[in-house]
């Protein structure tokens, strides 16, 4: 299997220590060469029909900032067309305006017949629909484990091993800084903005925080949950949204008067499709406290199921596209079983 | 009309006795805790009230011979009663009758009779009766530049929602900060009620610039 990785930023760099330090191990056991050919920036790449060593493009990152040469005014989409790859992985920086970069080279592979694995959730938040039947057409699979959850596994368990059930609804916590922040508020008494600069501190939040506390970053990961889990075809902006921005310490002690506690909650079902700030009670499963992320599912025949995990992080969510990259190799595995 | 803390002479007094209303004006009542200002539109409707759910639990005494415990819950089936539990206690027999706690729904108070009736008739003797009616939560938390005004018309806007049981709000009485937090608490009569209460409170703080924060339902 030849990969092409497209963005080497946290998530990219951790893709390529995770291949460094399991590539070896799954090769044996899918009876599959895994091959790095081509690492994108976004101003170098590098490229090797024999395989490039993850250890060495770190160090080079580290060094010069760069994975390779300069692309110098060539385009990825150009340089992508002379690579002999079979699966991409995109993990390049979200936009949730128009998807793009991502957007752009998620569609190049699938119409090429690439298979893709990502962590942006620009394009699935934004394109869902379209990209599954690009998909569909070329017979390229394309999967998300990352972009929602980070390390949590919730798309593939909620699609893959709940199959049989009927998924009534989920309530998920998908944004770490603002259960910090809530947390921080009501533990140490610390006002919104103070909690919000010790988030941003400690590296949790963005430096334009409104990504995470406007409930952005959540809407985008519940539309992603509504089109992949529900059958969806909707986008963010169908996403009824409100953040915890001027959540004040008196509504946190209010709260905790009657033994709740607020907490920023993706809401999704049939008839629901929200992320609002909401009163839960105290030792309920979505009062978790850190910056885990948490989804409550609720099916028909198993009842409530309820998964939790660390929601980002370099490590973290290259876990999440490898259990996607070995997810093919498996499905490969067994065709290649089939048609010998 | 009636006083809001605002038209209130000033300073409040905290009251000594948790819970006691210091100020009872009838519908809606006024209370204030400590800090807290209560406001409760309540209305108790007794178990007459027709069309909505009730939920009654009744201890039974019945003969400690076979065939009686069919006898004492037919009538409850035979009622479009829906029997949500049976407690037995075989071993407290007094007088020859053991003693047998029934939970069960029935849709109006005119059932409920008609089961009362035919326990007498079976001789099955009733010692206590109590019922419930079945009632929807909600619950709500507001945050913003929110006046004792504005909560007045709010109480009233849910009240006129219909269907309504009860509805109290809180909220603290300290000066402090123009911007507000106040939890709404409130029942319904009818399960459909709550989406016009969830419609009614987003339109309104949607108006005006409040955060809305409702509790996880069921
Ligand atoms: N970080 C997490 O914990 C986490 C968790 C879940 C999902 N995600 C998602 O995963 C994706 C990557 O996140 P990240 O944290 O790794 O972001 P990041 O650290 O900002 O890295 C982004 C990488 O993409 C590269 N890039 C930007 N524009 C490009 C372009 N036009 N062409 C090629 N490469 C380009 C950047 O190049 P330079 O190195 O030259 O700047 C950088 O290497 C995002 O979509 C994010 O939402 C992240």
Redesign the interface.
Known sequence: MDIVLIGFGTVGQGMAEVLSRKGATLQSSFREKLRLVGVFDSSSYEVSKKGLDPRELLTRKEKLHRVGPKLEGKSVLDALKDIDYDVMIEATPTNIEDGQPGLGHITAALKAGKDVVTSNKGPLALKYGELMRLAEKNDARLRFEASVGGATPIINVARELLMGEKIQSI?AIVNGTCNFILNRMMDEGLPFDQALREAQEMGYAEKDPSYDIDGIDSAAKAAILANAIFGRDCSYNDVRR?GIR???L??IS??AE?K?V?RL?AEISPSRLEV??????VG?P?AIGGTLNIFQMMTDLAGEVTVAGRGAGRLETASALLSDLVALMKEDCVVRRRTV | MWPFPSELPQPIQETATAGLPLIALGRPELYIHAHIVIIRFARSFGPHYEGNEMRVHADLRLKDVPGQLVRALEPISANDGNIVGVVHHHEAVTAGRITVNVTFEVSSQKSLEHILDEWKKGEVDVARLSSMLETFDFEYLLVGELSPSDLREIGEGIESIGDLDSVEIRYSVSPSADEKAAMIFGKMKQKSGLGRVDDFLRHRAMQSGIILISGLGE
């Open positions: 309530r409100s001027g959540i004040t008196e509504a209010m709260a009657e709740k607020i909650v609002s700030p909401r009163l839960v009670p309920h979505l």
